[in-house]
């Protein structure tokens, strides 16, 4: 077992795109498509073991599902040279890819989920980055001591 610390992170996906329970039944994806840097910066920040609280966006209501890992890091993600993705980036090069990913793993769905509103209610925007107003970043890193407290809620539930 390492001794290094993990990170934690929150990832989202619309889940009529991708959702938990695709995760679940593939045990393993790709986390491909990001095309903001901040967002891809992070994920380049990413170590394997990290885990990511998976968020589904763009749904009533939006929230924290489930939990995942991160399992292999500094991939080139395969849809910025596709010329038929939606990702493809005409300015990437494959000799300098532009866009990065990581592969996770499915470790759990929660029984309930902690709703955007429930956690905007609980921490400020300083506090987690996810309730800031027009933030719009489909990756962030999560305090640890704010990761942990969201774990023992949601394993309670």
Known sequence: MSDKEISYW?????PDAYSIKDLEKEKETLWD???NYQARNFMRSMEIGDQ???Y????????IVGL???VEKNLIDPFQFDENSK????????????WDCVKTK???EFKNIVTLKELSQTYTSEEL????????????PINKAIALELLIKLKKN
């Open 10 to 14: 929150l990832m989202k996906s619309e």
């Open 33 to 35: 498509g990001i095309r």
């Open 52 to 54: 990511a609280f998976f």
């Open 56 to 63: 589904h966006s763009n749904t009533k209501p939006p929230g």
């Open 68 to 70: 995942m890992e991160i």
């Open 87 to 98: 990702y493809f980036d005409k300015s990437s090069k494959r000799d300098n890819p532009r």
């Open 106 to 108: 499915y470790i759990c």
């Open 129 to 140: 980055t996810l309730v800031r107003k027009g933030n719009r970043l489909s990756i962030m």
